[in-house]
């Protein structure tokens, strides 16, 4: 267990060394018009993407979704 658990925090930071960077902590999407949304503690950003991300996905659009934090 203590290998798996090893090998999956290894593997986010690899990640990390790609044309992606990993962002960490409990992020969602906003609402959308059918009342669903994402929301996760360990997204997977394309650089490209980098500068707009905190836009779409926050700890605030938690809030506003109406999650516990």
């Known amino acids: 267990m203590k290998t798996l658990i090893t090998l ?5 930071f690899l ?12 992020k969602c999407t906003k609402m959308a018009a059918d009342s669903t949304y ?4 360990i ?8 500068k707009t991300f905190g836009d779409k996905i926050s700890k605030e659009n938690c ?3 109406g999650e516990k934090l």
């Not at 999956?8 to 986010?12: D, E, K, L, R």
């Not at 994402?38 to 503690?41: A, L, R």
Request: with cysteine; net charge positive; proline share 0%.
């Open 63 to 65: 809030e506003i979704n």
């Open 8 to 12: 999956i925090i290894f593997s986010i």
């Open 38 to 41: 994402e929301k996760s503690f």
């Open 15 to 26: 990640t990390n060394c790609s044309s992606h960077s990993v962002k960490l902590g409990r």
């Open 43 to 50: 997204w997977i950003v394309d650089q490209k993407n980098l």
